[in-house]
C-alpha cells in the first residue's frame, strides 16, 4: 500500500463491482477511505471483504431519494468532508428502439440519471473545497449505435450535467468532469443478456475497435483517479477511455 491519497476521503456509487470496484480497490490501496453502494447486499459484502478496513460498504439504491438521503447522512456520520464523488451507479438496456418499453425506459432514467443527479445533489453539502466529482458517461452518448437508444440517452444527459454541475459547485471550489468509457469488460453484459448474446455483442465491438479489444476496469479506474484528484485545472470535460473508438 502507498499513501498518495492518505487522508482522502471519497464516496463511489455502484462500487461493489466493474469499473466502481477497481476504483475503490485502487483509491483503498493508496491510502484512501472509500464508501461504495450498490444495490445488492451480497455483492457490497464480497467487495468490502476485498477491499479491507479502509472501505465501508453501504446498501443504496440511487434512484430512491430516502436512500440517498440515509446514504448522506452516514456519509457525513463517518467521514465528515469528502475529496472524491465518483457518480457510476448505472444499468444497462440494451434494446432494439421498436421493442423498448416504457417500463424499461423509466428504470433506465431513473438510475442513469435521475439517481445521478440526486447523488450529486444530496451529497454536494458533504464535499470539500477542491474536491472532484467524476459521472461515468460512456462512448454510446456521442455515437448511434444501434439497440442503445435510451441508455444512450441517459449517458448524454449526464455530460450535459457535467457542464451543469461544474457551473453550480466552481464557486466553491468544486471540479465535476466526466469519464468516458468505451467497451470495457466487467462481466455486466453477462448479467444483461443471454451468453450467445453477449459473446456476439463483445465480439462486434472488439472488431470495430482501433485496438482491437476491450479496456480493463483498472484502466477507467485510472482516469476516474486523475480527474477526481490530479486534473486540478480541468472542470466541465469528458476523459474518453475508449482505445479511440469515438476519436479514429
Keep these: 500500500m502507498n499513501d498518495t491519497y492518505g487522508g482522502k476521503n471519497v464516496v463511489i456509487t455502484g462500487g461493489g463491482s466493474g469499473i466502481g470496484f477497481a476504483t475503490a480497490k485502487l483509491l483503498v490501496d493508496a491510502g484512501a477511505r472509500v464508501v461504495i453502494t450498490g444495490r445488492s447486499q451480497t455483492t457490497l459484502d ?10 465501508l460498504a453501504v446498501r443504496s439504491d440511487v434512484s430512491a431519494l430516502p436512500d440517498l438521503d440515509a446514504l448522506a447522512a452516514r456519509v457525513r456520520d463517518e467521514l465528515g468532508t469528502v475529496q ?25 432514467f431513473a438510475i442513469n440519471v435521475k439517481g445521478a443527479f440526486f447523488t450529486v445533489q444530496k451529497l454536494a453539502p458533504l464535499l470539500s473545497t477542491g474536491a472532484g466529482v467524476v459521472l461515468t458517461t460512456s462512448a454510446v452518448n456521442v455515437m448511434g449505435m444501434e439497440g442503445t437508444s435510451v441508455y444512450a440517452a441517459g449517458k448524454a444527459a449526464l455530460r450535459s450535467m457535467a457542464r451543469s454541475f461544474s457551473r453550480e459547485l466552481l464557486p466553491r471550489g468544486i471540479r465535476v468532469n466526466a469519464v468516458s468509457p ?25 472488431a470495430e475497435n482501433p485496438m482491437r479489444r476491450f479496456g480493463t476496469p483498472e484502466e477507467v479506474a485510472r482516469a476516474v483517479a486523475f480527474l477526481a484528484f490530479d486534473a ?17
Excluded: H
Design 84 to 108: 472524491a464523488l465518483f457518480v457510476n451507479a448505472g444499468i444497462t438496456s440494451a434494446m432494439p428502439f421498436a421493442s423498448t418499453t416504457e417500463e424499461v425506459y423509466d428504470e433506465s
Design 232 to 248: 486540478t485545472y480541468t472542470t466541465g470535460a469528458e476523459f474518453v477511455v475508449d482505445g479511440g473508438m469515438t476519436q479514429l
Design 46 to 55: 464480497a467487495a468490502a471483504e476485498r477491499l479491507g478496513t479502509n472501505a
Design 182 to 206: 468505451g467497451p470495457v469488460d466487467t462481466g455486466i453484459l453477462e448479467n444483461t443478456m443471454t451468453k450467445e448474446a453477449a459473446d456476439q455483442f463483445k465480439a462486434e465491438r472488439v
